[in-house]
């Protein structure tokens, strides 16, 4: 069990922590600045939940960047087991070296070696020396109860057993965050051992702030008009609503075609669709009247004050 | 409280029994926060009282945004605990403003106590709060959580005391049933006896059990070679690799949630017999099944299917007073099953609907709700009576609305539609599953898939 109030970031401030996010075009509300600086001071893994598109790993490569560390991600899949997690042995390799000793190995000598050892992403992640690597689990909910329980361990201690070569551990634990799109119910046990953040698709006001920091070439009324789009657009019933990648996708899209400053006609906007719906049943479903509806949000958004959008 | 107690075998410098006053201290109030949020059915881990504690004593600034932040970020798991976290923050920390100490005060002391300049101040500031007044659940609770909390078994014993109780706030299990309106009591149900059911269930399970996965098993005949055991293999042969083992994708277990919709106008359609057999069959061989009937509400049914004959699971159902042949609302019967029984649906269970789709609630609520249960189930099928005519097309306003989320919509009436289902889940093709392809309808389009 790691400590509070010894780690690297001991003295890490929130408005420090601002900053890096600010330097690195990410929007993050208070909440996201206190939890985040929570789970780094307390030395424990962050559990971020939230629908996709809402931010979740981009807020794990924003800790990377702004700490100016590395960045291990491992992407979870169902059947994910711990010879892809954790490590492996060279199979081959250590074939070749046993045949080439002509059926034995030389006194002293092992085909359980470090240079026999493939280091997955988790045992990647506690090896590194010098500054603590920020290790992404992500959408571990894909993976099988099975591997959740491989991650405890790894979670509280910062070390992982290999029996033939002995224990690893972290000289400084890394940064750990998980994400998960919440399509199965993960363990207690490991929230338990997390810190719980849940990221809900963006404000307006957020979204613009955020369409204008990553595509600044793109008119601001635009931006505007694109935000009250997809704000419209998420509240339908579709099969995948568009996240805040999907807005961005809109917006460089508008701005590639450079139709700026008269804002999004019902041409444009039609034709541009394809940037936002990723699934051809929400596509059928986009008729004259949802249109009309999405062209009236546009005005309204258009239309609003563009006040400091930073909380 | 036993705050004397030296060496908590956390601290090891001088400040470590300071700052573990102020802890204990504030344990007290989070610990009362905690019981609330439990009674109020949020699912606190065991130890969460201890880790918010030490994150409040890790913030900057103790105002009530960073607060409710900390504790949010420690105390709850779950999304849908949010709002009820959300409006019992605001009466803790109305009442904790109620008390003749300023809260944030109280919380600044917390952050100097870490922090260990000054050592008079901490202790003075910080006597035992009276933690009589934001519980209203009577005393026994507390003693429970915190005493033993003290020392450095501070995790391990807590989670002793807490355990059980954590646990059992989740018991969604509780259905009820209020036969209102046109509905009858499940009665004892005729069979005809064999439906011939059983190669086709067994088919659907084998189909649905190797859909997804990239796990494999050993096998004398596969399609992979098992690198790591030729190896260890190997070992015994100094180092020539004798045979070559072999692995296939491992058959991975099969849940589901059946949703019946059992308005009349349903069971109009379809045997009662064939219905109850079928899902008797299904509970059988999948290593998990959950079972409702809908009408204008829901009902978990699961339990009556654990029996080995149809007449029994009748009088199953009877005994529970489930009832049948109301009006339907599929749409809201869906929400209801994503709001009350939340478990029920998730990425690895297949959803099957049965349903003529004949709704009589809003259409909006049914494709909203079905749009939800296809993202998040592994698989989507309806089954509708009604598709048996050869002529079949969904135009039915409630079926035209839920379709785009749906998987594949098959006939349900007898065996033979079972044996189709079977059939084409068996050729793993999601795209085309449906009874669009199902080659007994007469001038199919799919023509070219006898599989």
Known sequence: MTDAASGPYADLTGDELRERFDDQNYVAEDEIVTTVLLALRLGKPLLIEGEPGAGKTELAKVLAEGFDTELVRLQCYEGLAAENALYEWNYTKQLLAVQAEEGGVADGQTVFDEQFLLERPLLQALHGGGEPPVLLIDEVDRADEEFEALLLEVLSDFQISIPELGTVAAATPPIVVITSNRTRKLSDALKRRCLYLHVSPPSFEKEREIVRRKVPQLDPAVAAELCGITQRLREESLLKPPGVAETLDFGRALATIGDGEDGIDRETLRNALGTVLKDAEDVGRVDDDLLDALLDAADQARAQPVEDATD | ?451
């Not at chain 2, 007290?28 to 059915?41: C, E, Q, T, Y």
């Not at chain 2, 945004?65 to 849908?80: D, F, G, H, I, N």
């Not at chain 2, 009832?323 to 959803?351: C, E, H, K, L, M």
Request: hydrophobic share 40%; no cysteine.
């Open chain 2, 1 to 451: 409280m036993g705050s004397e107690n030296p060496g908590d075998g956390t601290g090891g410098d001088g400040s470590g029994d300071r700052s573990f006053d102020a802890k204990s201290t504030m344990l007290d109030s989070v610990i009362g926060f905690v019981r609330k949020l439990r009674a109020n059915g949020v699912i606190v881990p065991a130890d969460a009282a201890i880790v918010a504690t030490r994150a409040l004593t890790e913030l900057d600034a103790a105002d009530r945004e960073s607060v409710r932040a900390a504790l949010k970020a420690t105390l709850v798991t779950r999304q849908r605990d949010i709002d009820r976290f959300e409006e019992l923050f605001d009466a803790f920390w109305h009442d904790l403003r109620l008390d003749e100490r300023d809260v944030p005060e109280v919380l600044e002391h917390l952050a100097d106590a870490a922090n260990p300049p000054e050592p008079a101040e901490a202790d003075d500031g910080l006597p035992s709060r009276s933690r009589a007044r934001d519980d209203s659940s009577g005393d026994e609770t507390s003693e429970d959580a915190t005493v033993e909390a003290q020392e450095d078994g501070f995790q391990r014993v807590t989670a002793d005391a807490f355990g059980a109780g954590g646990e059992a706030g989740e018991s969604i299990e509780i259905a009820q049933y209020s036969p209102t309106g046109a509905r009858s009591r499940v009665e004892r149900v005729p069979s005809r006896g064999d439906y011939g059911l059983d190669g086709s269930v067994v088919r659907m399970t084998t189909a649905l059990s190797t859909m997804t996965g990239r796990r494999r098993t050993r096998t004398t005949n596969g399609r992979f070679v098992d690198g790591r055991r030729a190896l260890r293999r190997s070992f015994g042969t100094g180092g020539v690799v004798a045979s070559l083992p072999e692995s296939e994708p491992e058959e991975s277990v099969v849940r589901g949630t059946v949703l019946v919709d059992v308005s009349q106008s349903v069971l109009d359609t379809i045997e009662r017999g064939f219905l109850l057999e079928w899902l008797r069959l299904l509970a059988l061989h999948w290593r998990s099944l959950r079972v409702f009937f809908f009408d204008t509400d829901v009902r978990e049914v699961t339990d009556a299917f654990d029996r080995r004959t149809v007449g029994s699971v009748s009088e199953a159902l009877a005994s529970a007073e489930a009832a049948w042949g109301g009006g339907t609302q599929i749409g809201s019967a869906f929400a209801d099953v994503r709001r009350s029984y939340p478990g029920a649906v998730d990425r690895r269970t297949a959803v099957l609907v049965v349903s003529d789709g004949l709704e009589r609630g809003e259409l909006d609520a049914l494709s909203e709700s079905a749009a939800r249960l296809s993202r998040r189930a592994a698989l989507f099928l309806w089954l509708n009576p009604l598709a048996t005519h050869p002529n079949y097309e969904p135009t039915a306003r409630g079926m035209a609305a839920a379709l785009p989320a749906v998987d594949g919509l098959f006939a349900f009436a007898d065996a033979d539609d079972v044996a189709e289902i079977a059939r084409q889940l068996d050729r793993h093709d999601r795209r085309r599953l449906g009874y669009q392809f199902d080659p007994r309808r007469p001038t199919t389009s799919a023509t070219g898939d006898a599989g």
